[in-house]
Structures are given as structure tokens and as C-alpha cells.
């Protein structure tokens, strides 16, 4: 991207496009992604309340998968989720595996 | 307004998220999570204030903002006066009739903005009444600059500023205790909220911004750079910070406490402690006097608490502060 | 028809406030500025005025309130002098960077240590390349005129600058003077609507103000800030044939007397430059050709204008009311030297320091330094290039 020069820039570093930060994709820092296992899915929305950057895909109240344009692999959702009958719905691999 | 009941993840879910993904905070970060939280719980426009800090620079960077809100950072010690300004513009505005809608106003800041740099900023703002939500998101250092000891940091901790050496083991003073100087302030509302505890979080919030005037939350930030600990760890850790009664979750709301949450069976400290690499040095034999100390401190303030507690629930909010109209 | 009051310095800017009539005002005491927002905040307490006042905890809080009243949208204005400018300092470069139209009076005192609460120009000095304009006032009427163009020249579309319009301590702040005041409906027109340019409280278009910015893009931003500073002249003499309109009187970035054909001079700034004037009188009656340049817009320094109005003299004595400690000369001889710096012909140049503290400055220490200068006019000779006047041994 080429970047602006000082002519161009807005006067006060006021940023004037509100979210513009999704055009930082993030998911490049992950070092393990997690693994979505919809059949032990019991949708109680644990992982998207509980993930730091917004990158569980919701639908309707329904988990859906991730966005792995941001996820940075922390690894959270699979350790809050409750799976069912004692087997996770979501599990942490290594990424690029 | 009463206390909300039948918040659902599932509804939660169904509103624009406010903190957008591209943000570039670490990765099991405890702050977004609880920005998240605060923002789904707002009704209605929000403007935001950030003090300096972790949160700050990693959400606004150039010309790239996570905040799908109106957001002004400023400097490190005043997002509450900042917040002031923003607040009594808006009052200015509306009063002659320039601005028709309401809009509620949120501050964020780290601990070592709002503890100790920020304090007398955040102490004015509050006696003054202006109508707004100052949240502390308290990982208990300056994470920021390199995890710099700050007087929210615990007793016994290893900083980069108190590291544990052979003569001083980590910080040897216990934290303030910033959630009771606030509500010493005689505020409407004053509490201390949990990410792990995400419907007592909304709850508060959602309480908070129905009474006009000041408000303040503290909430527990899980940091595992500073803290030490796993990049999965941060509910898990937050959650043993409520249920070993290091972070007990209460309000003070008019002057009357309520412990919103009880753990059945109170954990041991050390379960918090155990995980966190910042503690490691209390569990050498040397130091065991400091786990029974850190023991102490934490049951003097549960048991103080709990003497404090109306259990007064639910109860409707006056809706009035000191010097708001 | 205009007014003519006798009033203190600090009663003339809050009159000037009052018919400004700014939206939010966050301030907090500080002698000898306090009489400024106690009298304006009796307007606001009486109903005089749609103000919204923010009475902070310390001037910190003052400036950060008037960035974030100022970024939401709106008039904002506030006042301070000497240590309460000190604690702003960290906040003076941000509103300045922020590019929000603050205005800022600043009752000029000395600066601790030792305490001290008396006029002199350490605290107005020591904030003049924090990116604001600055405006200089000789007496209340100045004080009066620069507070209400200050309003047009911050907000002033091209600029978007705070600004501080100084006056001496005590000297102007607490001495009454005569003066005019303009009718209030000529002083709101001339302010006119406040304009807003990117404000937070548009929730149609959410905006983020202060973000981190990295080595890619931090000196595009100071280098458009230092470019807007260079558009500062031209706005301030536009806003000056505006008011000389509704007023009567001229303004310029800097004020010449008797200065054209001298051969000697003084350069002043605020107050000591009316004590001078009569010094410079009594010199010409002599037959001795002495003027005065007294700078008002002294941020951004006009070098190169003051540059030419002085290049002809033969000799001439900055006067600072302030130290740079550890620099060669005070921080007004620094200017005027670099203004003459391009100029093949230029004047001798001496400074003295004086008035610190509310120290006097009296008609004959401008007779000293006047007969001073006449020497070296004839000589060529100079004794000493700086030292302070009116100091004991």
C-alpha cells in the first residue's frame, strides 16, 4: 500500500473510518487454530462470549465456525468449552498441520 | 430500572459487536474480552474515552480503529477528564438543542491509568457527577511498558520493577483497594465484575447505565504475558481469581454492598496462584510465610466484605448523583 | 456604541469570554488567572452566558477537559498562568496535535522555584513551540481585542490551532485601565457559529481521535502541523482588518514605534513596552532616533517581517522577562536574532533580562539601556552581549 503523504494525512490523526481495523487481518500470528467438532456443538455460545477478537462466526444465535482471518489461536474457546458428554467441541491443532 | 433477567448469550449474539476483529491486542487478551462485554451490554449510542495503556494502543493505530464507536484517547492519566470535557459538551449541546439524542458515556483504563496515574482525574470526574462509566480493566501491572509494578499489583508478585530476588521477593505490599475508594466517593454505583462471570458483568453494566451519574467498575483483566500463564488461560484464571475470593464479585450501589457472588466452597488461594509464573517464587520453601501472609490478606478482606454485605438484591437504583441533573 | 469601562486586564478577557459566549469552559484556579473564570463563572451562575462549566481538580484536568470538550464538538475556552500552565504542558501539545481550536488565556507569572506568583514571561516562554498560537498584550485592551480574534483565528477553518493570548500578571491582570468595549451582537458576529470538524458527538460518522502513530507516518503529521503554523500570519492579519472594522483599531503580527527611521531600537513584549515607549519619546526629543518593535503574534514568529523591520537599525536591545538557563540569550533574543539571520545588513544585537518575578521595570532602566545602545551605535562597540538589569550584586 502506498502511504500517504503529509499533504494527504487527516489534520489531528482523527481516524475518520469507525472499524477500519478489520482490514488488519490477524490470523497470520496463530501458531494452533482450533478445530470446530459440530456434532459435540451444544451451542451454549461459551466461545464467542469468551473470544478476545471476535472471531467466532455466529448466525442466528448459532455458532457457525471461525473467522480465521483474525483468530489468533489463544486458545480459549477450547478450553471453556464444556463439549458434550465429556468430549470437546472444539479442540486446539497445530497450525499448518 | 431492575436488575435485567433473561440475558441470553443467544440474544447477546444478535447485536453489532462495537470492538471489531483487527485489533492488535495478544492473543488471550483479557481486555477485549471485557470491552466486548461492556459494549454488548450498552443500549443505545455509546461514546468512549481510553486511557493510555495496552488497550488504547492496540485498538487504534493509524488509520486502523476497532471501535465502531466514537473513541478519544487522549493521554495516560485523564480519561476521565477527558471523558468530562466530552460529556459536558454534550450536555452544552443538548441543552440548547442541538443534540437531540442520548448517549451514554464509557472510560476505559488499565489499572496503572486509573489506580495511580489517573486517580485524582477519575476522583474528580466522579465528585463532579458527570454521567458516565469509568471501567478499570485491572491486570495488576503496567503491562504496557513491560510489566512495571503498579498499586494494583498483588502482594508477593514478580515485576519487572519488584522482581523476586534473593534479598525482596516481589512486590511487598498488598493492593489497593480501588473499588471502595470509589464508592467512597459516594457514587450511585460502584462494582467489581469478572470476564469469567459474563452475566454478572452485564448485569452491572447494564445496571450502571441506568442510573445517570458517575459509575465505576473494576474489572479482573487476565494478562498471560505478565501474569505469566498459558494464552488459553484467561477465563479460567479470572474465574479462580472469583471463586478464591482474590476478586470477590459485589456492588456497591447507594451506599449499600451486595456480594453478587458466594462460592460454595471458597478455593485456595494458591489454586489462582499455581498457575501464574509471576507467583512461582512464593512456592519455594523460603516463602511460604508469604503464601500464608497472601492467605491472610485475601480471607481479612472476604470476611470484611461479607460483614458489609446488605444482601440487599435487586433493588431499584435512586437514579440521582451528587451534582448530576 | 462601544463602551468605555476602566476595568482590570482580567475583568476585559472575561467580558470578552462572556460576549464570546463559548459552549464549555474547564478550568481551575490559579493566581493571578483565578479572577478571570471567577468572574466568568459568575456569568455563568447568573444565567449571563450558555456556558457548561467543568470545575476540575487541577489544570491537568483543565486542558484535558477543554480536548475532550473541544474534540466532541464546540466552543471551549479556559485560562491559567505560570505552575497551572507547567502541569498543562503534556496536554498543550496534545490539543495542538489534535488540531482543536482551544482558547487559552494566560496571565503571565513567574515560575517556581523559588515560589513566586508576579508577572514575567518564564511560564508563556517556556510553552511557546508546544504548536499553539500565541498572541501578546500590551495593556487590558489588547488583552480584550486578541481574547475575541483568538476565537476566529483558532477556528479559522485553514488553521484548526489552539491559541493563548498572553498579559502580564498583576501589571495588566490587576491594574484598571480605560478601555472600550464592543457591542455584544458585534462581537458574536464577528465570532460567528463554531464550525465543527470531525466532532465525536456525530454519531452518524463515529470517529476515533488519538491513535498510536508509528515512525511510517509520525512525521507526516508534524510536518503538515508545522505547515498549518506557516498559514497563521496571513489568517491573523485577515482576522485583523475584520475587527479593525467593528473596533476601530489596528492590528498587526507585531506592533513598530517610531521605529522607521531609527537607528537605534528596543524590542519589547507586553506591558514594559508601554513604559518604553515614553523612554523612546523622551530620546527623540533629544534628538536621538530610538523606536521599539513589541511582537503580538509571537507564535508562530513572524521572522521574516520582523526580520526587515529591523534590519536597518544600528543597534538594538532585546528585552526578555525570561531566562533560557543554560542557553546563551533569553528566548525573545533567540527569535530576533534568527529573524535577522538572512539579512545582510543587520543591527547589533544585545539582550538584558529584567522584570522577573514582578520585578519593576522602570523609565530608567529604558534610559540605560537606551544610552547604552546609542554608544554602541556610535562605537561599534559592545561591553557585554546579555545581563540582567535591575539585579542587586
Known amino acids: 500500500m502506498k502511504l500517504k503523504g503529509w499533504k494527504d494525512v487527516i489534520p489531528g490523526a482523527v481516524c475518520t473510518e469507525a472499524g477500519s ?28 462470549i469468551y473470544c478476545p477478537d471476535m472471531a467466532v462466526n455466529v448466525k442466528d444465535g448459532k455458532m457457525t465456525g471461525f473467522n480465521y482471518d483474525y483468530c489468533k489461536g489463544c486458545g480459549i474457546c477450547a478450553l471453556e468449552c464444556p463439549g458434550k458428554k465429556g468430549n470437546k467441541a472444539i479442540v486446539m491443532e497445530e497450525e499448518g498441520k | 430500572m431492575a436488575t435485567p433477567t433473561g440475558i441470553t448469550l443467544k440474544e447477546l449474539s444478535k447485536k453489532e459487536g462495537l470492538l471489531t476483529s483487527g485489533h492488535r491486542m495478544c492473543a488471550g487478551c483479557g481486555a477485549p474480552i471485557i470491552v466486548k462485554m461492556v459494549l454488548l451490554a450498552a443500549e443505545g449510542p455509546i461514546i468512549a474515552a481510553n486511557a493510555t495503556g495496552c488497550l488504547e494502543v492496540s485498538t487504534c493505530i493509524s488509520d486502523y480503529t476497532a471501535w465502531k464507536i466514537p473513541w478519544i484517547h487522549n493521554a495516560f492519566e485523564n480519561a476521565a477528564a477527558t471523558l468530562s470535557g466530552v460529556e459536558t459538551m454534550y450536555r452544552s449541546l443538548k441543552k440548547q438543542g442541538k443534540i437531540s439524542k442520548d448517549i451514554k458515556f464509557i472510560a476505559f483504563g488499565g489499572d496503572g491509568g486509573t489506580y495511580d496515574i489517573g486517580l485524582q482525574s477519575l476522583s474528580g470526574a466522579m465528585e463532579r457527577g458527570h454521567d458516565m462509566l469509568y471501567v ?36 511487598t505490599q498488598n493492593r489497593k483497594n480501588l473499588t471502595k475508594i470509589m464508592a467512597a466517593h459516594n457514587i450511585p454505583y460502584a462494582a467489581q465484575a469478572s470476564p469469567s462471570h459474563w452475566m454478572d458483568l452485564v448485569k452491572k453494566v447494564k445496571k450502571a447505565l441506568s442510573i445517570t ?51 460454595k466452597e471458597k478455593k485456595p488461594l494458591v489454586d489462582f496462584l499455581k498457575p501464574q509464573g509471576r507467583f512461582k517464587h512464593l512456592f519455594a520453601p523460603e516463602n511460604e510465610w508469604m503464601l500464608k501472609k497472601f492467605q491472610e490478606i485475601v480471607d481479612k478482606e472476604w470476611e470484611s466484605l461479607l460483614k458489609s454485605d446488605s444482601g440487599r438484591c ?8 451528587p451534582g448530576a441533573e | 456604541m462601544a463602551r468605555v469601562v476602566a476595568v482590570t486586564g482580567n475583568e476585559a478577557v472575561a467580558e470578552a469570554l462572556r460576549q464570546v459566549n463559548p459552549d464549555v469552559s474547564s478550568a481551575y484556579p490559579i493566581t493571578p488567572a483565578t479572577d478571570i473564570m471567577q468572574r466568568f463563572t459568575g456569568f455563568v451562575s447568573n444565567g449571563k452566558v450558555k456556558t457548561e462549566m467543568i470545575l476540575v481538580e487541577s489544570e491537568h484536568s483543565a486542558m484535558s477537559g477543554c480536548i475532550g470538550a473541544s474534540a466532541a464538538g464546540g466552543r471551549v475556552m479556559t485560562a491559567t498562568s505560570s505552575q497551572g500552565l507547567a502541569l498543562m504542558w503534556e496536554e498543550l501539545f496534545i490539543a495542538s496535535g489534535t488540531r482543536l481550536p482551544i482558547v487559552m488565556a494566560l496571565v503571565n507569572r513567574a515560575l517556581s522555584a523559588p515560589l513566586n506568583i508576579h508577572g514575567d514571561h518564564s511560564d508563556g516562554m517556556g510553552a511557546r513551540d508546544c504548536g499553539w498560537i500565541q498572541l501578546w498584550s500590551e495593556n487590558a485592551q489588547d488583552a480584550y481585542d486578541n481574547t475575541i480574534q483568538a476565537f476566529r483565528i483558532a477556528e479559522h477553518m485553514d488553521l484548526r490551532l489552539p491559541a493563548m493570548v498572553c498579559l502580564d500578571g498583576f501589571i495588566i491582570s490587576h491594574s484598571i485601565e480605560r478601555i472600550e468595549y464592543i457591542e455584544d451582537d458585534k462581537v458574536k458576529n464577528f465570532v460567528g457559529e463554531f464550525k465543527n470538524l470531525n466532532p465525536l458527538l456525530d454519531l452518524e460518522h463515529p470517529v476515533s481521535y488519538g491513535p498510536l502513530i508509528l515512525p511510517d507516518y509520525y512525521m507526516e503529521y508534524r510536518k503538515a502541523h508545522a505547515e498549518v503554523m506557516s498559514k497563521v500570519a496571513g489568517v491573523v492579519l485577515d482576522v485583523a482588518k475584520d475587527f479593525e472594522k467593528i473596533s476601530g483599531r489596528k492590528y498587526g503580527l507585531f506592533e513598530t514605534y517610531r521605529l522607521d527611521d531609527a537607528e537605534i531600537g528596543l524590542v519589547i513584549l507586553n506591558s514594559a513596552a508601554g513604559t518604553s515607549k515614553d523612554v523612546i519619546d523622551a530620546f527623540r526629543e533629544k534628538g536621538i532616533k530610538a523606536g521599539l518593535l513589541k511582537p503580538r503574534l509571537y507564535r508562530p514568529f513572524p521572522y521574516e517581517e520582523v526580520g526587515n523591520a529591523l534590519k536597518h537599525l544600528k543597534a538594538v536591545c532585546v528585552l526578555d522577562r525570561a531566562d533560557a538557563f543554560g542557553a546563551s540569550y533569553g528566548p525573545l533574543f533567540m527569535d530576533i536574532a534568527s529573524s535577522l539571520y538572512t539579512c545582510k545588513e543587520k543591527p547589533v ?18 534610559g540605560l539601556v537606551l544610552d547604552e545602545l546609542a554608544g554602541i551605535a556610535k562605537t561599534g562597540k559592545v561591553k557585554t552581549f546579555k545581563e540582567y538589569i535591575g539585579v542587586r550584586e
Not at chain 2, 314 to 321: N, Q, R
Open chain 1, 21 to 48: 481495523a478489520l482490514k488488519f487481518k490477524t490470523g497470520s500470528w496463530r501458531a494452533s487454530r482450533p478445530k470446530w467438532i459440530e456434532d459435540n456443538c451444544i451451542q451454549c455460545l461459551f466461545c464467542w
Open chain 2, 136 to 171: 478499570c480493566y485491572d491486570n495488576g501491572a503496567y503491562m504496557n511498558t513491560g510489566i512495571q509494578r503498579s498499586s494494583a499489583t498483588p502482594f508477593g508478585a514478580d515485576t519487572t520493577t519488584c522482581p523476586a530476588g534473593s534479598v525482596i521477593p516481589g512486590k
Open chain 2, 213 to 263: 451519574g458517575p459509575k465505576f467498575m473494576n474489572i479482573l483483566s487476565p494478562c498471560n504475558r505478565g501474569w505469566r500463564s498459558r494464552t488459553d488461560d484467561a477465563i479460567m484464571l479470572s474465574r479462580l481469581g472469583v471463586e478464591t475470593c482474590y476478586w470477590p464479585l459485589y456492588e456497591i450501589e447507594d451506599g449499600a454492598t451486595k456480594v453478587t457472588f458466594k462460592p
Open chain 2, 314 to 321: 435487586d433493588s431499584k437504583p435512586s437514579g440521582k448523583a
Open chain 3, 349 to 366: 544585537l544585545i539582550n538584558k533580562i529584567y522584570g522577573l518575578g514582578g520585578r519593576d521595570y522602570l523609565p530608567e532602566h529604558a
